[in-house]
């Protein structure tokens, strides 16, 4: 089992940064890969970054690779995602989320297992 809780969401204009961090609980945190998943109101989640156990692969949506980073600590049970260069299109609830260390070719919402609450970015133009 684990717990998830998100921080740092917020108002940005566009162009700007914001920085989500993701707090995990339990012993066992790098035996999971960690993501983050998006939904915009109206739309379905929509995945947008991932990073193995390790932390030695990752994998980006097309819509914010090159803009957004995915990293991890294992030693402190957390996932950053650093936004930068944000559009209005980025507006979402930004949920973290975990999964067993499988390796997909393609990684969708429905391959995790864990969810925080969600925290809610808003990019204005």
């Known amino acids: 089992q684990v717990q998830l809780v998100e921080s740092g969401g917020g108002l940005v204009q566009a162009g700007g940064s914001l920085r989500l961090s993701c707090a995990a609980s339990?012993?066992?945190?790098?035996?999971?890969?960690m993501g983050w998943v998006r939904q915009a109101p109206g739309e379905e989640r929509e995945f947008v970054a991932d990073?193995?156990?390790?932390?030695?692969?990752?994998s980006y949506a097309d819509s914010v690779n090159g803009r957004f980073t995915i990293s991890r600590d294992n030693v402190k049970n957390t996932v950053l995602l650093q936004m930068n260069s944000l559009k209005p299109e980025d507006t979402a609830v930004y949920y973290c989320?975990?999964?067993?260390?499988?390796?997909?070719?393609?990684?969708?919402?429905?391959?995790?297992?864990?969810w925080g609450q969600g925290t809610q970015v808003t990019v204005s133009s």
């Open positions: 989320a975990a999964r067993t260390n499988t390796y997909y070719r393609i990684i969708n919402p429905a391959h995790y297992n864990y």
């Open positions: 339990g012993r066992t945190f790098s035996r999971y890969a």
């Open positions: 990073i193995s156990g390790s932390g030695s692969s990752t």
